[in-house]
């Protein structure tokens, strides 16, 4: 496992579309900046939606203009439809994520569309993009299971990720969207798309929502993922999904990576410094527990009682 790891937040899109509050466009780009100089290897800017379906991110084109593109960091954006996606490639992104779903009724809650009509989408919006050298990655919700319809059959998700494959699809995320995977299915999954697509991009996107999300993120490394999506501060969270909380917490994911002598390639130090300016934009405390508690070789002085007797 001395391979590098490629961590990739997505907390200025999959984090802020969900919050009470407008993050001003000032303030995401200042933290963007930040993160660029942290060492992630990928960073979510933003969603080109409609800005009637998610208010909080209706400035992705000013974000995406005026944010320091920093060598070695790739800005990728969620791609909803043709015409978002011309709006992407108009600010030059380096990536377009396409989102849909592996079960149908999440689908539809979700994205008004099944599996199918996603797939169908995705090729137009593919279309757009020929000649123009932007990665496509696509997100596979629900691949460990729905909310609605339980256990999504892992036969499906293998036969949709090589439909995405098929129509031109360079990436895909296999997203726990709503926390419902456990280990040995991770594990199970991810060996399984490894093995049967080498030449495919694979990126593993956990949600915290059961409290499982680091050890998932385990299983998969175990599995032979080495891209992993993870939110600064643990903000997200799909509202499609009852009872859902954040993503896992960017910072947690590399402490405990670094933990383990792998290399991340992040400055922890530094991530940490912008994951404690997410309350004051957000106006609420974070999940983040590194945050809070410190990494795990900071040290305390002794209690008072030890110093006075020698101790």
Same mark, same amino acid.
């Given at each position: ?11 200025? &899109? ?5 919050? @009470? ?18 060492? /992630? #290897? ?46 992407? /490639?108009? $600010? ?26 996603? /797939? ?17 990655? #696509? ?19 293998? *036969? ?14 296999? $997203? ?13 999954? $991810? ?7 080498? *030449? ?9 929502? &059961? ?7 385990? #299983? ?20 499609? @999904? ?6 896992? $917490? ?8 670094? &933990? ?13 410094? #912008? ?5 004051? /934009? ?6 983040? @527990? ?7 070789? &900071? ?8 110093? *006075?007797?020698?101790?």
């Amino acid at each position: 496992m001395s391979k590098r790891l490629y961590i990739q937040d997505v907390a200025t &899109r999959d984090g802020f579309q969900i919050e @009470a509050t407008f993050v001003p466009t000032a303030d995401k780009i200042a933290l963007i900046d930040g993160l660029s100089h942290t060492g /992630l #290897a990928k960073i979510e800017v933003t969603s080109f939606t409609s800005p009637k379906a998610i208010p909080n991110l209706r400035d992705a084109e000013e974000v995406m203009r005026g944010i320091q593109r920093v060598p070695g960091v790739e800005y990728t954006v969620l791609v909803p439809n043709v015409k978002g996606c011309e709006r992407a /490639l108009s $600010c030059e992104v380096d990536e377009i994520n396409l989102v849909m779903s592996a079960s149908n009724t999440h689908g539809l809650a979700n994205l008004r569309m099944t599996p199918e009509q996603s /797939l169908a989408q995705f090729a137009e919006i593919i279309e757009v993009t020929r000649g123009s050298g932007v990665f496509i990655n #696509a997100s596979l919700s629900t691949t460990f299971g729905c909310p609605f319809e339980g256990e999504v059959p892992e036969a499906r998700v293998h *036969e949709l990720t090589e439909r995405l494959l098929e129509i031109g699809v360079q990436g895909v995320t296999l $997203c726990d969207t709503t926390g419902m995977a456990d280990p040995a299915h991770v594990e199970r999954i $991810c060996r399984e798309a490894l093995q049967r697509w080498p *030449e495919a991009v694979f990126t593993a996107h956990f949600h915290n929502t &059961r409290g499982m999300g680091l050890a998932n993120a385990l #299983a998969a490394l175990n599995a032979g993922i080495d891209r992993f999506d993870a939110s600064l501060g643990g903000l997200g969270g799909c509202p499609y @999904a009852p009872g859902a909380s954040g993503n896992i $917490c960017t910072e947690d994911l590399v402490h405990m990576f670094q &933990r383990m002598g792998l290399d991340t390639g992040v400055n922890l130090d530094a991530l940490l410094d #912008a994951a404690a300016t997410l309350p004051g /934009l957000i106006g609420h405390d974070v999940p983040g @527990a590194i945050l809070k508690a410190g990494k795990a070789d &900071r040290r305390y002085p002794k209690p008072k009682w030890m110093q *006075e007797a020698g101790l």
